[in-house]
């Protein structure tokens, strides 16, 4: 078993964000999540990487238990994530977010990452080598050097690709990497993530584009009102009589 959550709950005061929810992500495919907006698909990221902690069930990584653990502990075992709005520093370059990024996220906090700067010159080699690679797996070689600001909004999203891939992850969760990028683009990154699979990296997307998952999912769980609704192939889940209703009644 790669991951797995199992009667996995988030409560925010009256409101159930993820409800009872039992799901496995399977090693080397593209696992999607779908679902009406406020179903909890972003919620249920939050807990997989460790930013909240569950009000109660489980989740397992490769036999490990890792419910408790923080965050940075589970980008360092391999998990690492994007967010929906992409979290770039504008004013800084490509290359300097790929290797501040990557100190953040596996550290314990911000004084630990700036302690690390500091004194280890020789991790900050190991990084700049890292980062080089990451960019150039994403296309983004060439404007390594540049302002995050002046990217389109395609490479700010190949860049938070980068972002996630410099941790060296096995698995990587997507948050809608395609919203509010034109369909030229799209393809562009269905491309970028078809080829992280190929490259024996695991990947849980979430997407609102439709036909990007028809096209490149292996699977899809559907969620509504933080309730697992669905599961299956894309075919299985467009034919699925509550899916047709969760989305035609939203
Ligand atoms: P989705 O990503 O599917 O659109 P979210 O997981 O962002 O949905 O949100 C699910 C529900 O949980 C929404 O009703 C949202 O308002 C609520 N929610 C999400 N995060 C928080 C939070 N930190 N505090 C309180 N409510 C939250
Ligand atoms: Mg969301």
Do not use: W
């Amino acid at each position: 078993m790669f991951l797995r959550v199992e009667r996995l709950t988030k409560r925010f005061g009256g409101l159930l964000a993820v409800n009872d929810v039992t799901f496995s992500i399977e090693q080397g495919k593209i696992n999607a999540i779908i679902g009406p907006n406020g179903a909890g698909k972003s919620t249920f990221f939050n807990l997989i990487s460790g930013l909240h902690r569950p009000t109660s069930g489980t989740i397992t990584f490769k036999g490990r238990d890792i419910t408790r653990l923080p965050a940075n502990e589970r980008a360092k075992l391999g998990i690492a994530r994007t967010f929906q709005t992409t979290h770039l520093f504008e004013q800084a370059t490509v290359m300097d977010n790929v290797i501040i990024g990557h100190r953040l996220r596996t550290s314990s906090n911000l004084f630990d990452a700036i302690l690390r700067t500091k004194r280890h010159r020789r991790e900050e080699q190991a990084c700049k080598e890292k980062a080089m690679e990451v960019l150039d797996f994403v296309g983004l070689t060439d404007v390594a050097d540049r302002m995050v600001a002046n990217l389109s909004q395609e490479q700010k999203k190949r860049a938070a690709f980068a972002l996630a891939l410099a941790t060296d992850p096995e698995l990587v969760l997507l948050d809608e990497p395609a919203a509010g990028i034109n369909p030229d683009e799209t393809e562009g990154l269905e491309e970028l993530i078809v080829n992280m699979v190929q490259r024996g990296l695991t990947v849980c997307l979430i997407e609102h584009k439709m036909s990007m998952i028809m096209k490149i999912a292996d699977r899809i769980m559907v969620l509504n009102y933080g309730e697992k609704i669905a599961e299956g192939t894309p075919e299985e889940v467009k034919n699925n009589e509550a899916v047709i209703q969760a989305y035609l009644g939203g």
